[in-house]
């Protein structure tokens, strides 16, 4: 069985783990259970400037004029800085929004809920629960049969299409798209 490929610096710090195949025998808790965030300076050279101002500074991207608000081809969504599995195509609908949507998260243990109250009223935002990341907001408007709406930015993604699966080491929710 193969071990779970983690790439080091010498101080510890994770350098590269959502783009580089892990393991094809990996696992979500193998991962991430041992995830250690980057520092600000490496995030700031591996993430665009935008991926960083959404995930890290919880930023809002344009609705409309992001990467994923229009993807149609089955696969998952990653966390872009951690890999962590977060929602699947299959749960994702067209809210209208021009933001990636979703009623229900793929693995709901990686995502981490809090109070915002940066606008007039209290929202509910979302994160994932390894690398922290701002992904967007949980609203109880969507449709069944859960009644939410997972507003995510894309930039805070990283899609992996089905047929990359195996490839990238998220083999189990291949099962999701047969």
Not at 76 to 93: A, C, N, Q
Request: charged share 30%; hydrophobic share 30%.
């Amino acid at each position: 069985m193969k071990k779970p490929l983690i790439l080091l610096a010498a101080i510890s710090s994770v350098i590269v783990i959502s783009s580089t195949v892990i393991s094809a025998d990996r696992t979500p808790s193998e991962s991430t259970s041992n995830y250690i965030k980057p520092t600000d300076a490496e995030l700031k050279k591996r993430l665009t400037p935008l991926q960083y101002s959404v995930t890290q500074e919880e930023d809002t991207e344009r609705p409309f004029d992001n990467e994923y608000w229009d993807e149609k081809r089955d696969g998952i969504y990653v966390d872009v800085v951690s890999g962590e599995p977060l929602f699947s195509s299959s749960h994702k609908y067209k809210s209208g929004t021009g933001w990636p949507s979703f009623y229900q998260a793929l693995e709901s243990s990686n995502i981490t809920e809090k109070t915002d109250y940066v606008l007039i009223y209290p929202r509910t935002e979302v994160r994932s629960k390894y690398a922290d990341s701002h992904l967007g907001h949980v609203f109880k408007d969507g449709p069944a049969p859960s009644g939410l709406r997972y507003c995510i930015n894309s930039a805070s993604l990283r899609f992996i299409p089905k047929e990359d699966l195996a490839k990238e080491g998220y083999e189990e929710y291949a099962e999701l798209f047969d």
